[in-house]
């Protein structure tokens, strides 16, 4: 039987693996059309179906939230697989994303965006700052 430390190292970087796949399609593919659809069925969703949005929300702020939450689980698998701080994590994200951002500009119909990468690092530490928290916690046990 496996110790718990080496299943949970497996299982991190499986999860790495698959999210790489999945940001590879999502990320440097042809979906600006279809992210933007969905940035407005989120709005129309939560303005009007299930009414708990703020009046001032707009499509564009659901496309700021995704791109965050986008980057939560490479901030967390970096800092899991590499043992690194939070910072080193957000700066090793917020570069990967702005290398991301060039390709898009320069290769693909998309539009490279500064306020993409600093949402992207946003994302990132969140995912680097919750890992570090779970580690000071056991730390103290």
Known sequence: MEAPNEVRSRAAYTLL???????????LGPWGW????????????FRYDV?????????EHYGVLLNVLLFVPVGVALAKLSGWSWWRVTLV???????VELVQAALL?????VWDVATNGLGALLGAVAVTGVRRLRARR
Do not use: C, K, M
């Open 51 to 59: 009414p708990i949005a703020p009046a001032g929300a707009l499509p």
């Open 93 to 99: 994200a917020t570069v990967g994303s702005a290398a």
């Open 109 to 113: 119909d998309r539009e490279g965006s």
């Open 17 to 27: 693996l698959v999210g790489a796949a999945g940001f590879a399609v999502l990320l």
């Open 34 to 45: 279809q992210l933007n659809r969905l940035t407005v069925r989120l709005y129309v969703f």
